[in-house]
């Protein structure tokens, strides 16, 4: 027992060389800086690898010199003044020194001198650990801080911090003391369901309990009670965070009583809106009603005495022409144009007025094959007229056939009629624009009109130009208008006095 004893003692001894040789590997693979120097005069004894290569000193930049002679340590509190001290006291520290590396880069350090008896002699270890990453992980880890206190702080929705395994209220923002009228005091270090505002609410110990579970609960509508006694709604909504090696929990509360006003009240008004529609509905339907019974009184009853009008005024002009002054043979045939003058307004008339109740059928519709049934059923009211007419490009469109037929009847006889007195009269017929914004159009180089009167234009038995000269009923346009309308386009015109007129519209 005594030989293996003494066998273990010699197997553990170390020689001088074996620890020096276990030093040197130490202090040349160390990950911080080291330097040695003479405890007595300050001078560099040895510097390890890794100091010269955090600094970019050469190793004879060091060597044989006294700290406060190596540049990166000039400007430092690593003085004559603190070797002194460390002298005297053989320990010094320093947690957070700057150092200018040889290429001018700034960096922290953390350093650390102690004086080491080593045989007979002292000498000084400075351990110099670079901690600059370190800083500033720490420095924006601070700023995040900073920003989240200044968000907690100034956020206009309620914040409450919790912890996540007790339900024990951590922090409160000023928003929601002030929302719900209690003190900081009455919060901090409470559970959530013991804050008076929270007593009755479903925010409760199952709710924190289901909560734990699911690391997510939201109230889109809860009733909250302040301190004051004030009803408010808010949405609430909580989040289990991770921070650092604990969870937390963050619920936001905001305070949503007035977005739940405005809906109630909108809801209220619709509503209310939906039964003043019911109500101008029926009203409309009404209205409607009592006007065909005028148009099925304007279709018979007047013209019946129209019809006999004319056919008394014909038969005194067949029967008691020759016994007739030329004036008195003119006032009848004037009464006969009248007659027929008043039967056209009252087809126009009828004709504007079955537009609104008339159903809008849709279907693809070749607008150029529309044209040239439309000049050849106009060309025979011509008189053997000589118009040039041109035809350009019309896509096809969605529209209603026959309305859309009235609408270039319409159109193209008013370009016929207002040409009428041109020696070289010209119509052209076309399109405009691309796909998005596509229009269709009249032009022609009649009489034109004056654009301060284009307001007129569109309205019922509105006329820019004189009867006498022009005949017509003043509702062709307005036909025109509203057939367009219905198709939900609209029309518009162009013109100058004597320089003609273009009629655009769009479907």
Partial sequence: MKRLARKAEKSITISPKDSELRYRRLFETAQDGILILDAKTGMIDDVNPYLINMLGYSHAEFIKKK????????????SKDAFAALQKNEYIRYEDLPLKTKDGRMIQVEFISNVYLVGNEKVIQCNIRNITDRRHTEDALQESETRYRRLFETAQDGVLILDAETGMIEDVNPYLIKMLGYSREEFIQRKLWEVGAFKDIEASKEAFEALQKNEYIR????????????????????????????????CNIRDITERKQAERERRQFNEELEQRVIQRTAQLEAANKELEAFSYSVSHDLRAPLRSIDGFSRILLEDFGPQLSGDAQRYLNLVRANTVQMGNLVDDLLAFARLGRQPVNKQPVSVEKIIRQVLEELSAEQNDRQVEISIGALPQCEADPALLKQVYVNLISNAFKFTRKRKHAHI???????????????????VGFDMKYVGK????????????DYEGTGVGLAIVQRIILRHGGHVWAEAEVDKGATFHFTI
Avoid at 433 to 443: A, E, K, M, N, P
Avoid at 460 to 466: A, G, I, S
């Fill in 67 to 78: 700290i406060w002679e190596v540049r990166a340590f000039k400007d430092i509190e690593a």
């Fill in 219 to 250: 109230y889109e509508d809860l009733p909250l009670k302040a301190i004051d006694g004030r009803l408010m709604q808010v949405e609430f909504v909580s989040n289990v965070y991770l921070v650092g090696a604990k969870k937390v929990i963050q």
């Fill in 428 to 446: 052209e017929i076309g399109s405009e624009g691309q796909d998005g914004s596509l229009s269709y159009f009249v032009r022609d180089n009649g």
């Fill in 457 to 468: 234009l569109f309205g019922v038995f509105q006329r820019l130009h004189r009867a006498e």
